[in-house]
């Protein structure tokens, strides 16, 4: 069993930057694959980047590529998401979540608002 809380969430203007984390308690955090994902009321959750255990592969939506970046540390069981140059469009609750196969695990989310 895999808890994920995520933090960082705010309010920032179309520009800046924002950095959101993903604390994971439980055992054998190496083996799971971590992923950010993002939905908008009314819209079907999308996902955002991923990262494997080992942390050899790393995945982004071509609409976040160049600007967002998807990290892990090992030591503190944390899964970062730094994003620069935000655009109003990336405004949503973004979810951190875990898995072997499949995403098993999710945090509650965190909301990013982007004012233009």
């Known amino acids: 069993q895999v808890q994920l809380v995520e933090s960082g969430g705010g309010l920032v203007q179309a520009g800046g930057s924002l950095r959101v984390s993903c604390a994971a308690s439980g055992r054998s955090f190496s083996e799971y694959a971590m992923g950010w994902f993002r939905q908008t009321p009314g819209k079907e959750r999308e996902f955002v980047a991923s990262i494997t255990g080992s942390g050899s592969r790393i995945i982004y939506a071509d609409s976040v590529k160049g600007r967002f970046t998807i990290s892990r540390d090992y030591a503190r069981n944390t899964v970062d998401l730094q994003m620069n140059n935000l655009k109003p469009e990336d405004t949503a609750v973004y979810y951190c979540?875990?898995?072997?196969?499949?995403?098993?695990?999710w945090g509650q989310g965190t909301q990013v608002t982007v004012s233009s």
């Open positions: 979540a875990a898995g072997r196969w499949s995403y098993d695990f």
